[in-house]
């Protein structure tokens, strides 16, 4: 005997179901973030970390140290997003990337490679916050219509 299955969009019979359904997306909302962050705290220091401390390395071992970081990345990204589509579109989730990337970046750069924070920095991340603001903001098409 089978078991109908309701459609994915289907609008749930009782109000314990939605409840149900909004924690499902809450939790697959904040565990994309986490992932997501995560995955770039590894990126940035795969790509960015040899810069202080592997200046005297040759190229080459750079390189592998560095796809060895970046593999630990992919296993956190690939499964952000997705988890994260449909919940977001492609567009969105590329945004909350860079938005993600650029805010580990900015922490990494201040502490681990001891930068200066200037104006012009600022500015220009303030731009990116507004075209995440712009992706986010509106209703667009659902992911894949």
Request: contains cysteine; aromatic residues 16%.
């Amino acid at each position: 005997m089978e078991i109908a299955q309701r459609p994915r969009n289907a609008t749930p019979r009782f109000s314990w179901q939605a409840q149900a359904l909004r924690h499902v997306a809450q939790n697959a909302t904040m565990n994309t973030i986490l992932l997501l962050l995560l995955s770039n705290v590894f990126m940035t220091f795969a790509w960015y970390g040899h810069l202080k401390y592997g200046q005297g390395w040759p190229l080459w071992q750079v390189i592998l140290v560095s796809w060895g970081i970046a593999l630990l990345e992919y296993c956190l990204a690939v499964p952000a997003n997705r988890l994260g589509y449909g919940l977001f579109s492609g567009f969105q989730l590329k945004i909350l990337q860079e938005v993600i990337t650029l805010a580990i970046f900015i922490a990494f750069a201040l502490l681990f490679l001891k930068e200066k924070l200037a104006w012009n920095y600022l500015a220009a991340f303030g731009c990116l916050g507004a075209a995440a603001f712009f992706a986010f903001a509106f209703e667009t098409a659902p992911a894949g219509a």
